[in-house]
């Protein structure tokens, strides 16, 4: 989601004009960045105290309240002093997430940049296990609540369930722009529903409030051994949806996260834990689904629609993560070109992925077939998400040491205490490895394998496709010395090398026998940051009188049109008409080779993904009546 701030063209905006766009950033804040963490009242309480005692022995004062003092403690920890203290400072020129601090991070580290983008890879990896997991969790949970109405409705959760996910996804290609503007109102209304019912239940029982006290948190963990550290895998479900912080920095900016946070997130969050810990110290039969059970019977069937519509939020905001995601793996260099269709004019960050969004619907579906309940499910969760986490922490020392210039031991005085609780909670969600947990790491698992054949691939057939290619200049020199007949126009030849001539423009030259009036060798670049000034877009270099290298330069966060980066180019005096060029791109037909850098396995799956990727004059917008492909064949 992109929100900006209205200003009249020409004049800085007024101090009113100033807090109605923060209000207004907070307010959609609210919606997109935490609809992930707010919705998770609706288990994190239930599947703690049932991973503590189990489904049938009775609760106890003592559990109740270490399970609590774990959640608040958790809260503040994590989320408020790592995440909207420390990390939110981590920009990349305003960006954040994984892959933009990966970038940052390996800017910092130039060469020796390996473990870096390995890291990057790892965490984008696992998010999209996290992506596929919450739609499923989120939404069933909210439609189990039907049942606290009525036993009635216990068959039908599932199928109302993927009705919902699908047409959730099915909506996607019309893009979210229009009900967007509702996310942080209705998301709004939602933590004031729970936070009033928390406060109901706390006034009938204000022992919970002793929950503030860590002490509680501590005994509990060296009372339970094992039990302990099982229970704290669920307690990490209070804090799973703490990467969106981090991820929609570009979208709302650093002041409205952390004032939506502080004054009405945690607050209503804290408020509602504590009132199901009331609730289930009250009544302990309370503890099949605390949540809805906060509620008199005359409100349950409204919490329900409101608990889905959260839910749907939720989900909403890490579809559109995982698009966002996509988007800079792949200008990353870690995804092959995939269909980026923009759905709005207006709001730059709103894209639909087709592919993506196709596989994620299919592995939600799944989830949902194969768990049927939020129950089961919550055992698959977390491991993904503790892993980006530690991932994260990692990354952020080096931008703290390296970026920010701070002594290694201050910068690692402050990041070991966040990673020694990261990698605890990781611990513990380790430990639901055989009755879920799997899953996330399987789906990491295939997209970490992706993400490596891709990289290695697209290197090795660089490689071998420069040793077909010969020097630029050498060959401009040969052809201004003996010029072939030429032809009026322009062509212009795509290549991921300028050093070199393109495979395009030899067989060219080798088939066609002429060379036009003027000859553009063009680069794309991505840079390492999310995006590029305009004015910065365009670099000329002239190499003869008919030949001129250009380099077009685009950020990670933004999708490359090439005809309109090239209007730019009039302003340094090249007459660019899109009429009159032609677009000469090299389509390579890969083999695999005898003996090749790869394992066979990932030479069929670089070729395989090849294949699959998106063509290079739809992603690079390139009109199609302009453009000449030639066909050339290479061993991988």
């Given at each position: 989601m992109?929100y900006?701030?209205?200003?009249t063209?020409?004049h800085?905006?007024?101090?009113s004009?100033?807090?109605?766009?923060?209000?207004?950033?907070?307010?959609?804040?609210?919606?997109?960045?935490?609809?992930?963490?707010?919705?998770?009242?609706?288990?994190?309480?239930?599947?703690?105290?049932?991973?503590?005692?189990?489904?049938?022995?009775?609760?106890?004062?003592?559990?109740?309240?270490?399970?609590?003092?774990?959640?608040?403690?958790?809260?503040?920890l994590?989320?408020?002093a790592?995440y909207?203290?420390?990390?939110l400072r981590?920009?990349?020129?305003?960006?954040?997430?994984?892959?933009?601090?990966?970038?940052?991070?390996?800017?910092?580290?130039?060469?020796?940049?390996?473990?870096?983008?390995?890291?990057?890879?790892?965490?984008?990896a696992?998010?999209?296990?996290?992506a596929?997991?919450?739609?499923?969790?989120?939404v069933l949970?909210?439609?189990?609540g039907?049942k606290?109405?009525?036993p009635?409705f216990?068959?039908?959760?599932?199928?109302?369930?993927?009705?919902i996910?699908?047409?959730?996804?099915?909506?996607?290609?019309?893009?979210t722009?229009k009900v967007a503007?509702?996310f942080?109102?209705?998301?709004?209304?939602?933590?004031?529903?729970?936070?009033a019912a928390?406060?109901w239940?706390?006034?009938?029982?204000?022992?919970v409030?002793?929950?503030?006290?860590p002490?509680?948190?501590?005994?509990?963990?060296?009372?339970?051994?094992?039990?302990?550290?099982?229970?704290?895998?669920?307690?990490f479900?209070?804090?799973?949806?703490?990467?969106?912080?981090?991820?929609d920095?570009g979208?709302?900016?650093?002041?409205?996260?952390?004032?939506?946070?502080?004054?009405?997130?945690?607050?209503a969050?804290?408020?509602?834990y504590?009132g199901q810990?009331?609730?289930?110290?009250?009544?302990?039969?309370?503890?099949?689904?605390?949540?809805?059970?906060?509620?008199?019977?005359?409100?349950?069937?409204?919490?329900?629609a409101l608990?889905?519509?959260?839910?749907?939020?939720?989900?909403?905001?890490?579809?559109?993560?995982?698009?966002?995601?996509?988007?800079?793996?792949i200008?990353?260099?870690?995804?092959p070109?995939?269909?980026?269709?923009?759905?709005?004019?207006?709001l730059?960050g709103q894209?639909?992925?087709?592919?993506?969004?196709?596989?994620?619907?299919?592995?939600?579906l799944?989830l949902?077939?194969l768990?049927?309940?939020?129950?089961?499910?919550?055992?698959a969760?977390g491991?993904?998400v503790?892993?980006?986490?530690v991932?994260?922490?990692?990354?952020?020392f080096?931008?703290?040491?390296?970026?920010?210039?701070?002594?290694?031991?201050?910068a690692?005085?402050?990041?070991?205490?966040?990673?020694?609780i990261?990698?605890t909670?990781?611990?513990a969600n380790?430990?639901?490895?055989?009755?879920?947990g799997?899953?996330p790491?399987?789906?990491?698992?295939?997209?970490?394998?992706?993400m490596?054949?891709?990289?290695?691939?697209?290197r090795l057939?660089?490689?071998?496709?420069?040793?077909?290619?010969?020097p630029?200049?050498?060959?401009?020199a040969?052809?201004e010395k003996?010029?072939?007949p030429?032809v009026s126009?322009?062509?212009?030849?795509l290549?991921?090398?300028?050093?070199?001539a393109?495979?395009?423009?030899?067989?060219?030259?080798k088939?066609?026998k002429?060379l036009?009036?003027?000859?553009?060798?063009?680069?794309?670049e991505?840079?390492?940051?999310?995006?590029?000034?305009?004015?910065?877009?365009?670099?000329?270099?002239?190499?003869?009188?008919?030949?001129?290298?250009?380099?077009?330069?685009?950020?990670?966060?933004?999708?490359p049109?090439?005809p309109?980066?090239?209007?730019?180019a009039?302003?340094?005096?090249?007459?660019?008409?899109?009429?009159?060029?032609?677009?000469?791109?090299s389509?390579?037909a890969?083999?695999?080779?005898?003996?090749s850098?790869?394992?066979?396995?990932?030479?069929r799956?670089?070729?395989?993904?090849?294949?699959?990727?998106?063509?290079a004059?739809?992603?690079?917008q390139?009109?199609?009546?302009?453009?000449?492909?030639?066909?050339?064949?290479?061993?991988?």
């Open positions: 992109s900006a701030i209205a200003a063209a020409g800085e905006p007024s101090l004009q100033a807090r109605a766009g923060f209000w207004g950033l907070a307010l959609g804040s609210i919606g997109v960045v935490y609809g992930d963490i707010g919705t998770s009242p609706l288990y994190a309480v239930r599947e703690s105290v049932l991973a503590a005692v189990g489904p049938n022995a009775p609760t106890s004062e003592p559990v109740v309240l270490g399970i609590l003092s774990l959640i608040i403690w958790a809260l503040l994590v989320v408020t790592k909207v203290l420390i990390l981590a920009d990349n020129n305003g960006e954040g997430g994984t892959l933009a601090l990966m970038a940052l991070a390996s800017r910092a580290l130039a060469g020796r940049a390996g473990l870096v983008i390995l890291l990057g890879v790892i965490s984008g696992l998010f999209y296990g996290d596929i997991i919450t739609p499923a969790l989120s949970s909210a439609i189990e039907l606290v109405a009525t009635a216990d068959d039908f959760v599932v199928p109302i369930t993927v009705v996910l699908i047409a959730l996804f099915s909506v996607q290609s019309r893009g722009a503007a509702l942080g109102p209705i998301t709004l209304i939602w933590f004031a529903a729970i936070a928390g406060l239940h706390i006034g009938k029982n204000p022992t409030m002793f929950a503030f006290n002490w509680h948190g501590a005994s509990f963990l060296i009372d339970h051994g094992i039990i302990g550290l099982f229970t704290l895998g669920a307690v479900l209070v804090v799973t949806g703490s990467e969106a912080l981090y991820a920095l979208h709302f900016g650093r002041g409205p996260i952390r004032f939506a946070w502080l004054t009405v997130v945690l607050p969050l804290t408020i509602n504590l810990g009331a609730l289930v110290l009250a009544d302990p039969r309370s503890i099949q689904n605390p949540f809805f059970l906060l509620y008199p019977h005359w409100a349950l069937l409204p919490m329900v608990a889905t519509a959260a839910t749907v939020i939720a989900s909403q905001a890490v579809i559109t993560g995982a698009y966002s995601l996509s988007r800079q793996a200008q990353l260099g870690l995804l070109r995939l269909e980026i269709r923009h759905t709005s004019e207006a730059f894209i639909y992925m087709p592919r993506v969004n196709t596989l994620l619907l299919i592995g939600v799944l949902v077939a768990f049927r309940s939020s129950s089961a499910l919550a055992s969760y491991i993904a503790t892993g980006t986490m991932v994260t922490a990692m990354m952020a080096v931008v703290m040491w390296r970026v920010w210039r701070w002594p290694a031991l201050f690692a005085a402050l990041i070991v205490p966040f990673l020694f990261d990698l909670f990781l611990s380790m430990l639901k490895i055989v009755e879920g799997w899953v790491l399987a789906l990491g698992g295939v997209v970490m394998a992706v490596y054949t891709w990289r290695r691939g697209s057939l660089f490689e071998k496709t420069r040793k077909l290619e010969m630029l200049k050498s060959l401009v040969r052809l003996k010029p072939p030429v126009g322009t062509a212009v030849f290549t991921s090398d300028p050093e070199f393109p495979t395009a423009l030899l067989h060219s030259l088939h066609y002429v036009h009036e003027k000859n553009v060798i063009l680069t794309v991505t840079a390492d940051t999310p995006r590029v000034d305009p004015a910065e877009r365009v670099r000329i270099e002239p190499i003869g009188e008919s030949f001129s290298r250009v380099s077009l330069r685009f950020g990670f966060m933004e999708t049109n090439v309109r980066a090239l209007m730019v009039r302003k340094y005096g090249w007459q660019f008409d899109i009429m009159s060029t032609s677009f000469f791109l389509r390579r890969l083999r695999p080779a005898a003996r850098g790869m394992p066979r396995w990932q030479d799956l670089f070729i395989g993904l090849t294949r699959a990727a998106n063509d004059t739809d992603y690079f390139i009109p199609t009546g302009r453009v000449v492909e030639v066909g050339t064949q290479v061993t991988v």
